[in-house]
């Protein structure tokens, strides 16, 4: 069962915690496929080449996420909507967004789920030269138009105030922050 604490969940919060059957882990989280149409988790990313559906979790905790059977690991091809959408459109980590007219806003650089509903709640994005981030703003997923293989296009034109990221939730406007293998796509 899911505890209210837990039901909305960072992606900066839960990547890479170890996925747990029976007291023993059988990979880390690395990403998220995404329904481009809907907003709904396809499946997770389980390491490099493995994938388990939103249903197969038993339960979210803090430091690990627990899974009904350890044959929830499968490839890919077996989860039949991950292939119909193809997985460079569903996988969500790290596109380009854009706005409807075509001007950059950055890079994904955090999402919001509802562990409960599997649902994508809000996306983060900021602009990014080597190690520097800036210009952190917050976008309800319903402010997204499309998700293509390469992007992610919102409805918004850069003139329309965006939700930015306060002091309070980014300790700086601009911050060093380390980029993982799996950022550099």
Known sequence: MFSQAFMK??????????????????????????????????????????????????SWH??????????????????????????????????KVSTQGGKSLGRLYDFCLETSTSSLISIEVSKRFLFWEWDHRLFPFSDIQEITEK?????????????????QTVKANIRLSPVSSFEKH
């Open 9 to 58: 969940r960072h992606w900066s919060q839960i990547v890479g915690l170890p996925l747990t059957c029976e007291n023993q882990v059988l990979a880390v989280l690395t990403g998220v496929f995404l329904d481009p149409e809907q907003g709904k988790v396809l499946a997770y990313r389980a390491g490099f080449q493995g994938v388990f559906s939103p249903l197969d979790i038993q």
């Open 62 to 95: 803090a430091k690990s996420i627990e899974l009904h059977d350890p044959d929830a690991l499968t490839s890919p091809e077996e989860i039949s909507r991950l292939k119909a959408f193809g997985l460079r459109r569903s996988l969500l980590n790290h596109k």
């Open 151 to 167: 992007e992610i296009i919102l409805k918004v034109e850069p003139e329309q105030k965006a939700k930015i990221k306060t002091k």
